[in-house]
């Protein structure tokens, strides 16, 4: 008796380890579409590297939500932050020193 689900979308196609790593701070963010966190959980269900790469994810998470309510060095959780979210890279910053000057299109 052969017991295969065999799932409609194969969750080894393309890089699909690489793909899944990449998506797994989205998975993890809950920012994906129904379809996609199928996909991805079928695949970490599938796949051990990945599963534990996403288990280390959500370690790293509760570890800085944990460090964060203590007082921890700005650098430091930037650095932490940047492991976690590689999408943090563009960290926007508010303050400008100096004043801002709005000047009226000067045309040349
Ligand atoms: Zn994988």
Redesign the pocket.
Known sequence: MSSDPAPSVN??EFN???E??HEIYHFLDGELTEEKRRVIET??S??????S?KRFEVELRQVVADRCREEVPKDLRERIARLINHELDNASSADGAGPRREGNASAH
């Open positions: 969750p080894f699909a380890c690489e899944t790593i695949h970490l599938q796949c051990q590297p990945c599963d790469v």
